[in-house]
Every structure is written in C-alpha cells, then in structure tokens.
C-alpha cells in the first residue's frame, strides 16, 4: 500500500490500541461476553492492520491466524469470511437499524433510519486522533477496500441479510408481513441511504483537506438523499392505519399475519 507510508502493521495496532482505550465498556456486559469481544476485536484488528499495510489480497487467512496466535477455525468461529473481518461494521449496522424502527416506533420513521446509519457508519471510534490521522486511516481503509475486487464485491455480500433484519423489523413497525410490498419498498430505501452515505465517503475521501470537511461532505449528500427518501418513509409509517391484520391468509404462519388493505 501507497499511502501507508511509514506505518507497518505493529504501528497500526497501537493507535487501534489507543483509541480502544478511549471506548466506555458496557456494564451490562459479562464476562463471557467480554471476553469474546474482546477476541473477535483482536482478530479484527489484527486482520485489518495487515490488510491495510499489505493490500487485502496479498494477506492470508492463516497469516491473520498466525499473526493473531489462533486457529484458523478460531477465526472462522468469529467471522464467517474473510471480507468479514474487513467490514467488521456490517453486522451492528445492520443491528442497529434493525433494532431502532422496533423500539422507536413512535418516532418518524426518516429520522429513525438516519441517526442509526450515522451512528454506526460513522461511530465515534477515532476521536482519540487528530484529525490529520483520522483522515489518513479514512483513507487508508477506502484505499483497500477500492483496490480489491474481492472487497468491491463482498460490499453487497450483506444486503440479502439486511433485508431479512430491516423487513421484519419495519413489518412489525406497522403490523404487516415482511413480505409485504410497501415494507420491501421501504427496506430498499433504506438500503439505499446506507449506500448513499458509504458511496460518499468513498468519493470524498480523497477531496476533504482535513477528517472535519470530509464529515460534513458525507453529512450533505446524506441529507439530500434522505430529502428524497423521507417522503417514501414518512408514507410507509402512516400507511399502518391502512392496514389490518389477517390471521386466515393461505401459507402464512399464525405468528407472520399478512397484510390487507381496508
């Protein structure tokens, strides 16, 4: 890697390692599951400094195993893939969005969606830098994951399970079925937002002259995205008073109520 300058993967690890340090730890978390976080973290880490140093390509899964002192089953005990340890995002993004149509239904729905792409794609991990260095690993990372072609496809390797998570989480938002056209219309606006705001950062990266003006570059494409979007989504939150469930619907479990229009 170019751009990676005098930085090798040690070098790497420590400012992850700093910035860990500046992370609040949940108190509701156990044991167990701390200890496994912090696993998954390290193999993360470890995985990503060697790919941002040495290209993705060119980097192994029994290099990262070797480098991490685990099995190469460990490994895929904690991501099913390869590409996974890269965009190691993907999951609590989807979780994210998932989690907060379900629990904030009493919000618009537009506002929902975008606090919780934001806060995730953009979480407020790198605050211990200057910004001169947040935007050096910015870069760093969209320069990887731009110049592998396994890395430009396996962006859209999680949609199919995006859907899955938004669909059912808006169907239960509104009292219909995941199936239901206006619940997959939304779930693909949302996917679409999520791309907007990804497809931004991989654009800006390279014109911001500091991490700040790239921030605010990504936040006005998104804003006029979701411009766009809110109708749809504001739509979708009123149609649920055009609803009613129906529990006699052909082929539909009794736990999975199909929608019909009054």
């Not at 993360?44 to 140093?53: H, I, K, Q």
């Not at 008073?241 to 129906?246: D, G, I, K």
């Amino acid at each position: 890697m170019s751009q990676s300058g005098d930085l090798d993967v040690n070098a790497i690890l420590e400012v992850f390692r700093a910035v860990r340090t500046e992370e609040t730890p949940d108190p509701s978390e156990g044991l167990r599951e701390r200890k496994k976080r912090q696993v998954r973290q390290m193999i993360s880490d470890v995985a990503t400094a060697m790919f941002l140093v040495h290209g993705f390509d060119k980097v192994t899964v029994a290099q990262i195993a070797a480098a991490c002192e685990v099995s190469e089953q460990t490994l895929f005990n904690y991501f099913t893939t390869k590409e996974s340890m890269f965009f190691d995002r993907t999951e609590p993004m989807i979780n994210a969005v998932a989690d907060a149509v379900k629990e904030r239904s009493g919000a618009p729905l537009i506002e929902v969606v975008m606090e919780s792409i934001a806060s995730e794609i953009h979480p407020r991990r790198w605050e211990a830098l200057h910004d001169a260095d947040q935007l050096r690993f910015t870069r760093l990372f969209c320069d990887a994951a731009v110049e592998s072609p396994t890395l430009v496809a396996a962006r859209f390797a999680d949609l199919p399970r995006f859907i899955d998570e938004v669909s059912i989480a808006l169907a239960q938002r509104i009292g219909a079925h995941p199936t239901d056209p206006q619940v997959q219309l939304a779930t693909f606006v949302i996917a679409g937002l999520v791309e907007v705001r990804v497809r931004s950062a991989f654009y800006n990266v390279k014109r911001a002259k500091s991490f700040a003006a790239l921030n605010e570059l990504i936040h006005r494409d998104f804003l006029k995205a979701a411009h766009v979007a809110e109708p749809s989504l504001t739509a979708f939150d009123d149609s649920r008073n055009t609803l009613h469930r129906s529990e006699d619907e052909p082929g539909i479990d009794k736990g999975k109520r199909s929608v019909k229009r009054q």
